[in-house]
């Protein structure tokens, strides 16, 4: 049953991921290293690895949603998979931001990768809802019988 739209949901999140990461992804890795270095010479020395961390949250969900496809038959481990997968989203978001929240004097610039996990974020949580009315409408049924 992998044609159901939860899979399709999952499918599209991992490749916005997988696009965000491989096509822009250097430029978000390469310039939070250089904005930490540029700003913050005292914070770069405390977290060399922030600029680093934001693309490997961001393929962690990326492998897990592929995974998540496969495992139609176990909904409520997709649906555990699905959280941790946005948990990792979420946190490649407060990594990014760092250096903002540290410091307001820098501004904001929102990229490709960025917006491209915000929408996978979306796909994840339609993704979800499916699983969880698909596990309801399973245990209605067997309730019946």
């Known amino acids: 049953m992998i044609q159901r739209i939860q899979s399709i949901f999952l499918f599209i999140a991992f490749l916005l991921l997988t696009i965000g990461v491989v096509l822009f992804g250097s430029n978000v890795w390469q310039t939070r290293v250089g904005v930490i270095n540029a700003e913050y010479s005292i914070y770069h020395t405390s977290y ?30 997709q649906v555990r998979i699905i959280m941790f997968g946005q948990l990792s989203i979420v946190v490649a978001f407060l990594i990014f931001l760092i250096p903002f929240i540290a410091n307001s004097s820098l501004t904001l610039e929102w990229n490709a990768t960025m917006i491209l996990s915000l929408v996978a974020f979306v796909f994840d949580v339609l993704a979800r809802r499916a699983i969880l009315k698909d596990e309801k409408m399973v245990r209605a049924s067997d309730r019946i019988r």
């Open 48 to 77: 060399p690895v922030l600029g680093y961390l934001f693309p490997i949250f961001l393929i962690i969900p990326a492998l897990l949603f592929l995974y998540c496809i496969f495992k139609f038959k176990k909904r409520m481990m």
